[in-house]
């Protein structure tokens, strides 16, 4: 067995300073662990003004040295010195005249739940304690400044670690802190997306506050929900779970894909499903192909707003992906003919933005339908003829931006109505058939040329006569304030003919709507009279209306009526 040796050093014996005459100093070992205890006293003068002690513990070489004392003067009662704890046995033990004694920090492991530690490692101030199950006794340290460091490392039963530490402590008691109760948290993954994406797996690093983070591994076979063990956070006098974690989606080398990487903070929840891959893949399906001029993207994650081409893949970086839902909006452009034979159309339909169930998006569901709209002639003579040009226009949803918005025109067509050939037929696509019009503005050709160019309408069978020219009027809800207002029901009047009245209603998805009167030579301008009711959102309505005005070709309806209540 080595032995221990402890050095006293004395001030104020000696020198032409000297104060004391001599210096009683007790020194006294415990190792409680090892039931060993040993003492010594040594008197000091000034003609030995140190002592050594030296001695052989045995197996109890942890043990803590305390010593305390007495101080004699040359002149004056002499006064004692209280229990202090020594550095080390390298380090000499200083007692007498203005001697400060050290503090002494008491560590003691009594909240330590050693039915899950096996082992407790401290460090203070670069002095390093152990406990265990079998060793529990409280450790002593002098300290020489007012305050100190620690931290803490407890090794668990299940081969985990908690960490924790502190600068700057002050307590003369490093009472350890209990180790945190475990919470089991679980991850998974929507299985669709594994059918979806070329995911090959998903890893999943929970940070376990304090301790070791656990490593989770989804597959196409186990997309959890997989669980982990992690210490909760102490807010207060509670314990809650509070951590972070980070995700990373590793794609199949063959898909060209790199992996995606996300980092979340502050997760209360006990199970989380993940739904951020990374990636948005865009399909056009094929019987959309042949109808569709090109499909363009937009999208939405966090606060980046992106416009792409279909068919496509969409890669989002860790640094744009805030957490919240990806939406997207769809324009179709239509460029060419729905069926052989029909108008060359183009134009655009918006849909509006939507959040997909998953991350790869069949544009599919066409919607455009086909609508063929007839043009007849009748009293013509056989020296009279309509010279027409025809093509189809769509204007629908011009209110609220958050609806489907789109525009069609197609291409002109021009014909000729005669006596032996008075019909002619427009086929062309068509979003909502109800509001898709056919313009068939022209000339009567007879003894002279007379020239119409408003007429236009969204019925399927178009008449004109030679006594009968179309004069039509486009009514434009553009303007309206669809924020205040629920509806508005409009009633036009023909006042050559008061009986041939229409009405109409529109909504905030309403698009054009038309009204044709005829008119007995081209080029008049009949008269009428329209009242407007405005629907509002509180309850309430309002009135715009005109009496006995000549037509006009667009009728733009106000924002709001200016006549308080329904005055039709």
């Known amino acids: 067995m080595s032995s221990i040796t402890y050095h006293v050093q004395s001030q104020g014996l000696t020198g032409p300073g000297a104060t004391l005459s001599e210096i009683a100093v007790g020194l006294t070992y415990v190792d409680t662990l090892n039931a060993y205890s040993a003492e010594q006293w040594f008197i000091l003068t ?25 101080l004699v003067p040359q002149a004056g009662a002499a006064t004692s010195f209280g229990m202090a704890v020594a550095a080390g046995a390298g380090s000499p033990i200083v007692v007498g005249a203005n001697v400060s004694l050290p503090r002494t920090l008491s560590i003691v492991p009594v909240q330590i739940a050693w039915s899950r530690v096996s082992e407790a490692e401290v460090q203070v101030n670069g002095q390093y304690f152990r406990f265990s199950p079998n060793d529990t006794v409280a450790r002593y340290l002098p300290l020489s400044a007012a305050s100190y460091d620690w931290s803490l490392i407890y090794t668990l039963n299940e081969g985990q670690t908690f960490s924790v530490q502190a600068t700057g402590a002050t307590a003369p008691v490093l009472l350890l802190p209990p180790v945190p109760p475990l919470a089991t948290i679980a991850f998974s993954v929507d299985s669709a997306y594994f059918d979806c994406l070329p995911i090959d797996h998903i890893t999943v690093m929970p940070t376990n506050p304090g301790g070791q983070p656990p490593q989770i591994t989804l597959t196409a076979s186990q997309p959890g929900p997989t669980g ?91 640094g744009d992906y805030q957490p919240g839902p990806f939406s997207y909006a769809v324009t179709y452009a239509l460029s060419g003919s729905i069926e052989p034979g029909a108008a060359l159309q183009t134009g655009s339909y918006a849909l509006p933005a939507q959040v997909p169930p998953l991350p790869r998006v069949i544009l599919d569901g066409n919607p455009f339908t086909v609508k063929t709209t007839t043009v007849t002639a009748s009293g013509l003579t056989d020296s009279q003829r309509f010279n027409l040009t ?59 040329m007379g020239t119409f160019t408003n007429a236009i309408s969204a019925n399927s069978s178009l008449h004109l006569a030679p006594h009968a020219i179309p004069y039509s009027i486009t009514v434009n809800p553009t303007l309206v304030d669809w924020k205040t207002v629920d509806s508005v029901t409009l009633t036009l009047c023909n006042d050559a003919h008061p009986a041939e009245s229409s009405t109409m209603t529109f909504t905030p998805a309403s698009g054009f709507e038309y009204a044709t009167y005829p008119v007995a030579r081209p080029g008049s301008v009949p008269t009428i009279s329209y009242c407007a009711v405005y629907s509002l959102s509180d309850g309430s309505k309002r009135t715009e209306k005109q009496t006995s005005v000549p037509a006009p070709a667009t009728l733009i309806l106000p924002a709001t009526g200016s006549l308080t209540g329904d005055q039709c």
């Open 390 to 448: 025809l093509f189809s226009t769509e204007n629908g949803n011009l209110g609220l931006p958050d609806n489907s918005q789109w525009t069609m025109n197609g291409a002109n067509k021009p014909v000729m109505l005669t006596k032996a050939a008075p019909s002619q037929t427009y086929t062309f696509a068509a979003i909502s058939p109800d509001l898709a019009a056919l313009s068939f503005a022209g000339s009567l050709i007879d003894q002279t």
């Open 46 to 70: 000034a003609a030995e003004p140190t002592a050594s002690w030296t001695f052989d513990p045995g197996p109890a070489v942890d043990g803590t040295l305390f010593y305390h004392g007495m």
């Open 228 to 318: 982990a063990d992690i210490f909760e956070t102490q807010q207060g006098s509670a314990w809650t779970l509070l951590y972070d974690y980070t995700y990373t989606v590793h794609y199949t080398q063959a898909s060209g894909l790199s992996s995606y990487t996300a980092t979340v903070t502050g997760e209360r929840n006990s199970t989380v499903v993940l739904s951020e891959m990374g990636v948005r893949i865009f399909d056009v399906a094929p019987a959309m192909a042949p109808v569709l001029g090109g499909i363009s993207i937009s999208y939405t994650y966090g606060a980046t707003t992106k416009t792409t081409q279909a068919p496509a893949i969409l890669q989002i970086t860790s």
